[in-house]
């Protein structure tokens, strides 16, 4: 068997080609009518010399044309870069260098920072815009078969920041994909009958894996929505009759707050799945006692596919937890030295299993680094595990912010506030905020004889990192506090007074 992740779309296409397989708002693709523009993508890419091996940068939204340019360059056995769409061109630039991208298809809306990046890289830029999209694949001679790949080729490249350094990208392979979305359907019990909300983005590897790519084995129906509003979603939720929901905890605690809720008719759920961050369980109470319909909760990095953990609907739930280990992943927790600790006790979490990727695109080093020669990937994040095998996080990454479901590295971002001609020092945190989880906050120290404003400073930052990257808060000091080494001692800073 080809196990190229495309055949995920192209069996279902072949038994119910009828059925739709991705609605947004009025318009609605079945499933033989998106493979065959699979098809047309395949052959678009062919014209711009993309062969199998090579990178295929997505920069698009939640919308039809994400999965038809996502398996049309797998139908290629390209790799596939997915790309945040608040992306800035610096940020982009860098994507598109280190994976050597051949092509980047952005949404129209989105162009200029694309143009920006793609004038100082090699790669071709392609626009969507979906009144052109069929003149751009009209005259295409479609490419019908899908290419053979090996199950341990790279199908995917996830970048995903550490708390030092640029973005790396995680090289996620066609069975590392493969063997997430097997285990995802047994566990959702998925079938043609689901519709699946798909409010979360489908760049990320929780709305691409869980949802996408699932649905699409499944042979169910995905529902879009592109920029995520409570109101709208409970509308879907009614409209498309909703089987299964996917979201983060914001998007959770955002439905409960909706004025007027209790109008819409949402019956027809039968399963809510929250990952991302923890899920407070006041939100979850509350939200299974409204809408009658439970809530499991996942774990898993974009080095794991990403599921690796999750509560189970015919298992006892424990709230605060992230659940049991998934049908084939070991986990474990281990000390500094590398011993596997005791129950109760805090350790590193490791994951072991078919789902943890090949290793860090071109970083050898990062590879060594984060997988040991027994398979072994050490995530950074501190749980502990009952004595009937749940696990907890306790603490995220040393360094790590969740805004509202959005991993946000401080490195990336005390970068470019370095690159302000005024500031010495700085220093990015994250402070407790009631429905995002974290809030951004940078505090900085100027140069002798120099100065700038809150916002002057807010506003460099937010030229050259995402929007939801920018500090919202900002505190101005003398200087920041330091350890024997010289290390901000980030700890030291007394954040009380913020938020």
């Known amino acids: 068997m080809n196990p190229n992740l495309a055949n995920l779309l192209g069996d279902t296409a072949a038994s119910h080609p009828d059925k739709i397989a991705i609605r947004l708002d009025q318009a609605a693709v079945p499933y033989g009518a998106l493979d065959g523009a699979t098809k047309e993508v395949a052959g678009l890419l062919a014209g711009h010399g993309v062969e199998k091996g090579d990178r295929v940068g997505i920069m698009l939204p939640n919308v039809p044309h994400f999965p038809m340019v996502y398996h049309g360059a797998l139908r290629l056995g390209a790799i596939v870069v997915p790309m945040n769409v608040l992306l800035t061109a610096r940020e982009i630039k860098h994507y598109l260098a ?34 052109e999209f069929g003149d751009l694949v009209g005259g295409i001679t479609p490419a019908p078969e899908v290419v053979d790949v090996d199950g341990d080729d790279t199908a995917i490249l996830l970048y995903t920041s550490g708390t030092t350094g640029q973005p790396k990208g995680a090289e996620l392979t066609h069975d590392n994909v493969r063997s997430n979305v097997e285990v995802i359907q047994n566990m959702f019990d998925a079938g043609p009958d689901d519709v699946y909300f798909g409010g979360l983005p489908l760049f990320h590897v929780f709305g691409q894996t869980c949802c996408m790519n699932t649905g699409f084995a499944s042979g169910s129906e995905i529902t879009l929505l592109p920029r995520f509003d409570p109101a709208k979603a409970l509308e879907i939720i009614e409209r498309d009759k909703v089987t299964v929901f996917m979201g983060v905890p914001t998007m959770y605690a955002a439905i409960l707050q909706t004025p007027d809720r209790d109008k819409y008719d949402t019956s027809s759920l039968r399963l809510c799945v929250s990952g991302g961050a923890s899920l407070p369980g006041e939100i979850l109470r509350a939200f299974e006692k409204e809408f009658d319909s439970p809530i499991l909760e996942g774990y898993g990095l974009s080095e794991t596919s ?12 424990k709230a605060g937890t992230i659940g049991t280990p998934v049908e084939g992943v070991e986990m474990r927790l281990v000390d500094e030295e590398g011993n596997v600790v005791g129950v109760g006790d805090v350790g590193e979490v490791q994951i072991k299993g078919p789902n943890v990727m090949k290793g860090y695109w071109n970083l ?16 950074g ?37 370095y690159e302000h001609p005024a500031i010495a020092e700085a ?12 809030e951004i906050c940078a505090v900085v120290a100027f140069k002798a004889g120099q100065s700038a ?10 030229e050259g990192v995402a929007a939801y990257k920018y500090p919202r808060h900002i505190v101005i000091i003398d200087e920041l506090p330091k350890g024997p080494t010289g290390k901000i001692m980030k700890r030291e800073i007394d954040l009380s007074g913020v938020g």
């Open 98 to 131: 280190d994976s050597g991208a051949k092509v980047l298809f952005v949404w129209s809306d989105f162009a200029p920072e694309a143009e920006a990046a793609c004038a100082e890289v090699d790669t071709e830029l392609v626009k969507v815009d979906p009144a």
């Open 427 to 438: 220093a990015v945190i994250g402070i407790p905020h009631d429905e995002l989880g974290e």
């Open 453 to 462: 404003t809150d916002e002057e400073v807010q506003a460099f930052a937010k």
């Open 364 to 379: 050898p080093d990062a590879t060594a680094a984060a997988i040991d020669d027994d398979g072994w990937f050490s995530t």
């Open 381 to 417: 994040d501190m749980g502990t595990v009952d004595e009937d095998g749940y696990y907890k996080i306790v603490d995220r990454k040393k360094e790590m912010i969740i805004r509202g479901g959005y991993n946000v590295y401080p490195r990336e971002v005390e970068e470019v506030l």
């Open 306 to 317: 990403p599921v690796a953990s999750f509560g189970r609907a015919d298992m006892e739930r």
